[in-house]
Nanobody
């Protein structure tokens, strides 16, 4: 099993920045092939943001590329999401997820961290 714990969410003004962290722990914590960030706003479906493989290959949702940056520290089993120039429409619960195999399916999910951007 693997546990994922997100942190770093909070309230920020429009134009501000936040850095989210996702720490993996547990027996399988060093077994993931990729980790991703998703978000879900009230009344909307979960949305893919970005993902990073163990080898640091990244993929982004096109509309978020440039404002959001995913990075990882394999030694710490931690993945980060740097978010800049935040907008009210970025308000959502942000989740990290881990996959044991590179692909589209994620095996483990965190509990989420709230990000609120005030106008």
């Amino acid at each position: 099993q693997m546990q994922l714990v997100e942190s770093g969410g909070g309230l920020v003004q429009t134009g501000g920045s936040l850095r989210l962290s996702c720490a993996a722990s547990g027996r399988s914590s060093r077994s993931y092939a990729m980790m991703g960030w998703f978000r879900q706003a009230p009344g909307k479906e979960r949305e893919f943001i970005a993902r990073i493989t163990w080898g640091a290959t990244t993929i982004y949702k096109d509309s978020l590329r440039g404002r959001f940056t995913i990075s990882g520290d394999n030694a710490k089993n931690t993945v980060y999401l740097q978010m800049n120039n935040l907008k009210p429409e970025d308000t959502a619960v942000y989740y990290c997820a881990a996959a044991l195999v590179v692909g589209i399916r994620y095996d483990y999910w965190g509990q989420g961290t709230q990000v609120t951007v005030s106008s």
